[in-house]
């Protein structure tokens, strides 16, 4: 029971435009989201973050929105650059039960086309 | 150097053989992690420990053993390596109170 979905397995986007990543969740215990990016070769490395408090979270070129009605957050990144072509990750947590565990989506792979 | 290391980079095994993944950290963090990354199903949590001599079983626990004598290391051993045992497995480490993880680069394992 895949309780984190990442429906997109890739995604493709034009370089200055925005990169738009989505993410469902089905646990409504997870209070806390988060993106990793990762490289080939390399491990996931932290994005962004965003509490079930808010409903969005900015931080340069990249901003997370949670619509928690719809069990959905989604990342943008503008404008994307090639260096963002990568693969995102979408995760959770419910810190109620403790012990930090992070619930990871299956990725999407994001390509920045110059 | 301050950081999270794993050991080896890569292995290549025989079905039913022991291996163990090494993972260390500088920081002192509580919290260290096993995931594995496989297509379709993202990292999926293996074990976790809170503290040195305290583990607990994640998402997919079976067929591997964990322990934490150390604060600083954290090793996955395989008991007998089955092919589906073939991925690529992250360490990871947290503060206790933060839900950032720092991950290791990764060890690409190949059971054969």
């Known amino acids: 029971d895949q309780q984190v979905k990442q429906n997109s397995p890739s995604l493709s986007v034009q370089e200055g435009r925005i990169s738009i990543l989505n993410c469902d969740y089905t646990?409504?215990?997870?209070?806390?989201f988060l993106w990793y990016k990762k490289y080939p070769a390399e491990g996931p490395t932290f994005l962004i973050s965003?509490?079930?408090?808010?409903d969005k979270n900015e931080d340069g070129r990249f901003t997370v929105f949670l619509n928690k009605s719809a069990k959905h957050l989604s990342l943008h990144i503008v404008p994307s650059q090639p260096g963002d072509s990568a693969v995102y990750f979408c995760a959770a947590s419910a810190g109620t039960q403790g012990a930090q565990k992070l619930v990871f989506g299956q990725g999407t792979r994001l390509t920045i086309n110059p | 150097d301050a950081g999270i290391t794993q050991s080896p980079r890569y292995k290549i095994t025989e079905t039913g053989r022991q291996v163990t993944l090494m993972c260390h950290q500088t920081?002192?963090?509580?919290?260290m992690f096993w995931y594995r990354q496989d297509l379709g199903h993202g990292l999926r949590l293996i074990y976790y420990s809170a503290a040195a001599d305290i583990t607990d079983k994640g998402e997919v626990p079976d067929g591997y053993v964990v322990s934490r004598s150390k604060t600083e290391n954290f090793p996955l051993t395989l008991e007998s390596a089955t092919r589906s045992q073939t991925s690529v497995y992250f360490c990871?480490?947290?503060?206790?109170?933060?839900?950032?993880?720092?991950f290791g680069s990764g060890t690409r394992l190949t059971v054969v």
């Open positions: 920081w002192s963090h509580s919290y």
């Open positions: 990871a480490s947290s503060e206790s109170g933060s839900y950032g993880y720092t």
């Open positions: 965003i509490s079930s408090i808010k």
């Open positions: 646990n409504s215990m997870f209070d806390y």
